[in-house]
């Protein structure tokens, strides 16, 4: 299953980007998917996941900012980001979890896609 990500850019501060995430392979079904992040020298973390009922869980510090959902038919999750702050600067990572068509569970991450908010 390979995981496909885009919409990553350089923003000015209070501005908005809008990432995707698309899955392809052989899937079966498709559990959480979430967005994950990765600032210079620091760890990854966490910022958003969304369970396949459409349930979500968000980083404490882009609650209220950022906004994950996944089309269900596409296999692709987003995430909306507004109001971005220069901290939000880092490499972006999608990852899905689920279950292949050979009957194998898997967690797929696609490649980071940069996102860049200038002060």
């Known amino acids: 299953v390979q995981l496909q990500a885009s919409g990553g850019g350089l923003v000015q501060a209070g501005g908005s980007l809008r990432l995707s995430c698309a899955a392809s392979g052989y899937i079966y079904s498709l559990n959480d998917m979430g967005w994950y992040r990765q600032a210079p020298g620091k760890q990854r973390e966490l910022v958003a996941e969304i369970t396949s009922g459409g349930g979500a869980h968000y980083a404490d510090s882009v609650q209220g900012r950022f906004t994950i959902s996944r089309d269900n038919a596409k296999n692709t999750v987003y995430l909306q980001m507004n109001s971005l702050k220069p901290e939000d600067t880092a490499a972006y990572y999608c990852?899905?979890?689920?279950?292949?068509?050979?009957?194998?569970?898997?967690?797929?991450w696609g490649q980071g896609t940069l996102v860049t908010v200038s002060s």
């Open positions: 990852k899905a979890e689920g279950w292949a068509t050979s009957g194998r569970n898997f967690a797929s």
